[in-house]
């Protein structure tokens, strides 16, 4: 299938990996091979929901190509996204004598993914690891351009790493066994996407909304790379998040304190669905969005499973929780409004009345 491929352009250096889409695990170690020599010892991270899915398959296929294979299974869940992770990880990695020349594979979700990641970046000052993406908000979004954390008592992404990938592998044909939430938290990535940088594809995504619903399978290798073009366009121009990159932000302040507070009954993609409603509401509010494109954005969410409303929150209690948002900067939120469809900019003039606001009306204010 297509490939697309990243270049991290950093001063003295450029970093680049690509980002492949197959329909099985079979080209698996092919890819990697593109890389370096096959022969080496791998860990596949993986969560316990996965592993019963896709752990043996995949380590089938890499000691068929005669690498040493062994992994580390973690409860699934955000819950286990933490320090405490990370380090029963290292001591599985230093007990079975992984050293720099060893690969991590990262198996699953977002989760997994970010996990995995950080691990990599700072076992040993450094490891290569690769990204088996196995959910759609990690397709289309999580897996690619090397942001890597963890959660730190219940604040999102409090301790992390920029650490890219040497490869992407997307297994397309896993979509199929994805929960229906699941499958709608990536949805939530695939809208704000569009919003943020290509409001063409924004549209496409309300056109086909049916076939993506129904998991049609060449929509979704369409929209899947549409998303990961989009996202690859900005990582490029600015791989450490220093301006624009800012913009893939969009929903996440708000979405972020919605999913602390739920203590993450609501998954990521859900929350970044309803922080953006709020992004377009203050961006409305603005008169950058008309009131037919404002609630376009809001019911859209009903089209593809997402909620509009947030219910047992104090608006209020949302609002505090932002301020603790690892965006923050000089005491003032970077926030990602839409000055149209399809374009984003950062903003660090909303106000506590204007964010307060847009809480109430995903609070069922209006």
Request: net charge negative.
């Amino acid at each position: 299938m297509d490939a697309l491929r990243i270049q991290q352009r950093k001063p003295n250096d450029i970093f680049s990996y690509q980002i492949v889409w197959e329909d099985g695990f079979s080209a698996l170690t092919a890819h990697i091979g593109n890389i370096q020599p096959i022969a080496r010892k791998f860990c596949i991270v993986t969560d316990s929901n996965v592993a019963g899915l896709y752990l043996g398959e995949v380590t089938e296929v890499l000691e068929a190509a005669g690498a040493k294979v062994s992994s580390f299974i973690f409860p699934a869940g955000e819950a286990s996204k933490n320090l405490l992770t990370v380090q029963e990880l290292y001591r599985h990695l230093i007990e079975e004598r992984y050293d720099r020349s060893d690969m991590l594979v990262a198996l699953g979700g977002g989760v997994t993914g970010d996990l995995t990641g950080y691990a990599a970046a700072t076992y040993l000052r450094g490891v290569d690891f690769i990204q088996v993406p196995t959910t759609l908000l990690a397709q289309v979004d999580s897996s690619v351009g090397g942001k890597t954390g963890v959660d730190f008592d219940q604040y999102k992404n409090m301790v992390g790493a920029f650490h890219h990938p040497r490869l992407v592998y997307m297994n397309m044909s896993t979509l199929s066994s994805l929960p229906d939430d699941q499958f709608a938290s990536g949805i939530g990535e695939v809208l704000k996407t569009g919003l943020l940088g290509d409001g063409e594809f924004y549209e496409w995504t309300i056109n086909q909304m049916s076939e993506i619903q129904e998991r049609t399978y060449p929509v979704l290798v369409k929209m899947i790379q549409s998303c990961c073009n989009i996202k690859r366009q900005i990582v490029e121009k600015d791989p450490e998040e220093r301006n624009l990159r800012a913009i893939l932000n969009l929903g996440h302040t708000v979405g972020h304190a919605i999913e602390k507070l739920k203590n993450f009954e609501l998954l990521h993609g859900q929350c970044v669905a309803l922080g953006t409603i709020a992004a377009a509401y203050i961006s409305y509010k603005r008169q950058y969005l008309t009131t037919e494109e404002l609630y376009e954005i809001r019911d859209m969410n009903v089209g593809f499973d997402l909620p509009i409303f947030v219910d047992g929150l104090n608006p209020s209690d949302i609002l505090e929780a932002t301020k603790s948002d690892k965006k923050m900067e000089h005491g003032e939120i970077k926030f990602i409004l839409l000055q149209s469809i399809g374009h984003a900019v950062v903003d660090r003039t909303v106000t506590d009345d204007e964010l307060l606001e847009a809480i109430d009306f995903i609070a069922g204010g209006e």
